[in-house]
């Protein structure tokens, strides 16, 4: 039997809580009228270094929206990540 489903406002406060240890500077993107679609959850800048994090659970899916803004972010060099936990941001270095 597995335990409780994390949800995504779980994994955000696990993924700002250890950026912030690590002395990012973070912060979340309420969505809402007006909001770029497709704008990742969070925001995290460290030396220069800016990070946009769109948070997903384990069968989350991005949008299409999440896609287009993610392809525009790293076609001009940004660095998105699709983070599902703390150990995503581990595996990039982060």
Not at 35 to 57: H, Q, S
């Amino acid at each position: 039997m597995s335990g409780p489903k994390m949800t995504e406002t779980d994994i955000r406060q696990q993924v700002q809580d250890y950026l912030r240890w690590r002395n990012w500077f973070v912060f979340y993107v309420l969505q809402g009228l007006g909001a770029y679609r497709g704008i990742p959850d969070l925001i995290a800048v460290k030396c220069g270094r800016v990070l946009f994090i769109e948070l997903k659970t384990a069968r989350g899916r991005q949008s299409v929206h999440q896609v287009k803004f993610q392809s525009d972010i790293e076609a001009h060099g940004g660095e998105y990540v699709l983070c599902r936990g703390v150990d995503d941001l581990l595996k990039r270095g982060i």
